[in-house]
């Protein structure tokens, strides 16, 4: 059975930092990367990395995030840095198997001003 499980996610001032991560289990997967939705938007692609260390960011995140993998632990992490009240969002883990697409239950991440 296939589970993404995100932590790391909170409150935190404009201009500071926080690290997600999202354990994964059940499967290897080819790609792995962190999407976010906010109130009334739809969901966003953030960064996403493959098994062999291929990253692509949104190009509001870069420079600021930045996205990691441990394929021995199949976990991805999400180091994000001087960030703003836009960044404000659920941020959901998502991997990729050749045929199936799995998600993460989501984390709060809020910043205020």
């Known amino acids: 059975q296939v589970q993404l499980v995100e932590s790391g996610g909170g409150l935190v001032q404009a201009g500071g930092s926080l690290r997600l991560s999202c354990a994964a289990s059940?499967?290897?997967?080819?790609?792995m990367g962190w999407y976010r939705q906010a109130p009334g938007k739809q969901r966003e692609l953030v960064a996403t990395?493959?098994?062999?260390?291929?990253?692509n960011y949104a190009d509001s995140v870069k420079g600021r995030f930045t996205i990691s993998r441990d394929n021995v632990k199949n976990t991805v992490y999400l180091q994000m840095n001087s960030l703003r009240p836009e960044d404000t969002g659920v941020y959901y883990c998502?991997?990729?198997?050749?045929?199936?697409?799995?998600w993460g239950q989501g984390t709060q991440v809020t910043v205020s001003s």
């Open positions: 059940g499967s290897i997967f080819n790609l």
């Open positions: 990395i493959s098994s062999g260390g291929r990253i």
């Open positions: 998502n991997a990729f198997t050749l045929l199936n697409n799995y």
